[in-house]
């Protein structure tokens, strides 16, 4: 059974600057594509950022493209989300996920195991 345990967040004022962890557990780590997602109060989970196995290849949504970025290191089994020029609109719950079929990265539904979530607040 796959476990993932997110670290990192925290309250940043705006234009600040985040690093997310996310640790993997139980399977081989560089079979698995990693996603990032948020969700924010009242609102639906949404994709932030996706890595696929080997860490060549990053997809973004718009709203964090060239703010945010994402990478993993296999040797250490984890995730990372680089989150800079942090906007209040950022303000979610950030949650890792891994998808083992790799074949939507950006698919909330793909993916087959989450993380608890880790609280990023950014202040204005």
């Known amino acids: 059974q796959v476990e993932l345990v997110e670290s990192g967040g925290g309250l940043v004022q705006a234009g600040g600057s985040l690093r997310l962890s996310c640790t993997f557990s139980?399977?081989?780590?560089?079979?698995?594509?990693m996603g990032w997602f948020r969700q924010a109060p009242g609102k639906e989970r949404e994709f932030v950022a996706a890595i696929n196995w080997s860490g060549g290849r990053d997809y973004y949504a718009d709203s964090v493209k060239g703010r945010f970025t994402i990478f993993r290191d296999n040797a250490k089994n984890t995730v990372y989300l680089q989150m800079n020029s942090l906007k209040p609109e950022d303000t979610a719950v950030y949650y890792c996920?891994?998808?083992?079929?790799?074949?939507?990265?950006?698919?909330?539904?793909?993916?087959?195991?989450w993380g608890q979530g880790t609280q990023v607040t950014v202040s204005s």
């Open positions: 996920a891994a998808d083992r079929a790799g074949t939507s990265a950006t698919r909330l539904v793909e993916y087959d195991y």
């Open positions: 139980g399977q081989t780590f560089s079979m698995y594509v």
